[in-house]
């Protein structure tokens, strides 16, 4: 695996591309993990938590997973790595420039993602890293029902 040393931006910059990395593993959404996620949040809307209801009163036939539910699960669908940032002594998540959730997530579905690297740039505070990551319900390699560009700073 290619390593790349932090504060060589001139070198990092090799990473960022237009194409989209290899799929990660799949992640199986289930009701019970649905549930968890309402009941953790308060966010028990009927759409995520009744089954019965959902299946006639949705417009998808079902109930389907929480944005941000699916948005946390990220790290669970990690993929294998393809290089590795080397010596810096902290990496801040410094937050997202884009969220959106583009299409609904099915409870009994599985999800996959998928990332590039943006951009790499130096700051004051370090070098950051933008990625752009994509979710998509497995099957459904068209369109990702969410896209998130995070940003990192390695310092």
């Known amino acids: 695996m290619k390593q790349y040393q932090y504060d060589d931006v001139e070198a990092m910059q090799a990473l960022v591309s ?9 992640v199986l959404i289930s009701q019970e993990m649905v549930n968890q996620f ?4 308060g966010d028990d809307y009927w759409i995520h938590t009744d089954p019965e209801k959902a299946k006639t009163d949705s417009p998808f036939g079902c109930t389907v997973a929480h944005g941000f539910l699916t948005l946390v699960l990220m790290p669970k669908m990690r993929g294998e790595p393809t290089y590795e940032v080397v010596g ?15 299409g609904v997530v099915p409870v009994g579905c599985s999800v996959r993602s998928r990332s590039r690297i943006k951009e790499v740039s130096a700051t004051p ?23 998130y560009e995070l940003i990192f700073i390695y310092m």
Request: proline share 2%; charged share 25%; glycine share 8%.
């Open 88 to 102: 810096f002594n902290n990496m801040l998540n410094y937050g997202s420039d884009k969220l959106r959730f583009t």
């Open 125 to 147: 505070k370090g070098t950051k890293m933008v990625m752009e990551q994509h979710i998509h319900v497995e099957g459904q390699d068209d369109r990702p029902a969410v896209i």
């Open 18 to 26: 237009e194409t989209f990395g290899d799929w990660s593993q799949a």
């Open 38 to 41: 309402a009941e953790l949040t």
